[in-house]
């Protein structure tokens, strides 16, 4: 599969690029420039949803305080590999049945980042690895573009479709921060 650059709503069907796919590395790089409180404070979190759109339950919800999915199916790694400053593993096999869709964002962690923003991001570029390999098979356009008082991101997200799983660029900002995507996905934050 030759490496896409994907725009915001596009997406690839990544089961049929690479029938026997069994796992992916969701990356997140951003450049903040100066900004080391922001740079400090963002956080990469994944969420396993039902085909509500809503999180399985509370212990779906994989961030820095819950490193993994209670199957193991997706777990954060500790330490990032390459240019990616968090990365995500995801297991395909291993996911439940009941899961439609793993969502990936990026926040700005309140407390000492209030006043914090994505529109301070000079970059963020959301990629997808092959678990196997560690080929890059997609990159998304540069989604700091058009950001300015958000302080979550729905980067993108892994969904299944006709038995397959396929890969989404979504970019869209939260004005409400993790609080109105905790909302939008069914999780008490």
Excluded at 41 to 70: K, M, W, Y
Aim: charged share 20%.
């Amino acid at each position: 599969m030759a490496l896409a650059q994907l725009k915001r709503g596009a997406n690839v069907a990544l089961s049929r690029e690479i029938p026997n796919l069994a796992g992916l590395v969701v990356g997140v790089h951003w450049n903040v420039g100066s900004e080391t409180v922001l740079a400090d404070n963002l956080v990469v979190a994944t969420i396993l949803c039902d085909s509500a759109g809503r999180a399985l339950s509370e212990q779906h919800f994989v961030f820095f305080n819950q490193l993994t999915s209670p199957e193991l199916s997706v777990s954060q790694l500790e330490q990032a590999m390459g240019d990616d400053q968090e990365q995500v593993e995801i297991d395909l096999t291993a996911v439940p049945a009941q899961v439609e869709r793993i969502v990936t964002v990026l926040y700005v962690n309140e407390g000492p980042a209030q006043r914090r923003t994505l529109g301070q991001l000079r970059s963020c570029v959301v990629r997808v690895l092959n678990l196997a390999d560690n080929a890059e098979l997609i990159r998304s356009e540069e989604l700091a573009s058009g950001l300015s008082t958000e302080t979550a991101l729905i980067l993108g997200e892994v969904y299944r479709h006709d038995g397959g799983w396929k890969f989404k660029v979504v970019g869209d900002g939260y004005a409400k921060g993790i609080v109105g995507v905790a909302t939008d996905y069914g999780l008490t934050i």
